[in-house]
């Protein structure tokens, strides 16, 4: 299978965690995904009993049948943007891109290791786009200072990794990107 699994989030620990970049999404996995991140909802497949419980949380009925039904719900703003994102790069070609919960295992110079959160990931033979996505649901100013300090704090620990992980023959050229909306 194509798609690569990590536990845990923003853990710090000494020793190995995992994989170094995960999940990544490779191959006809990409295609499922995309038809996944393209819709503007969220659906679930559940029980009759359960529906009702879950109307309560925003989840309206998408489709009844006999024993089960779908519901849906809108994805957050957030998860709308970086679904466009990544959908982006998908139509652009790139052949390996991250999958739902990217996380990046890096490892400070104590030896301690951590895992960061990336929103999207694209990689191809000769770059490597690392995507910081904000929204929110009404338009508004607001400082992006502390993204920016953090980004550039760690820039320096993530690119170690993805060299790491995809091996010392490949040197990419690696792009930071901070996308936002409203």
Known sequence: MS????????KET?????????????????????????DLFEYKK?????????????????????TYSWIKKKKFPDTILEDRIWCLFYRMGYPVLSGQKFQIQTRAQDGSTSLRRVNVLAKDDETVIVVECRARE?????????????LDQSQKAISRSIRSHFGKGYDPKIIWIIVTCH
């Open 3 to 10: 798609i690569k699994g990590c536990a845990g989030m923003g």
């Open 46 to 66: 559940v029980s009759k009993e359960d529906e009702k419980k879950l109307a309560t949380d925003g989840w309206e009925l998408h489709k009844a049948l006999q």
């Open 138 to 150: 009404t338009r508004g100013k607001k400082s992006f200072t502390n993204e920016i300090e953090e």
């Open 14 to 38: 000494k020793g190995e965690i995992g994989p170094v970049l995960s999940p990544l999404i490779e191959g006809d996995d990409r295609r499922k995904a995309f038809h996944r991140r393209r």
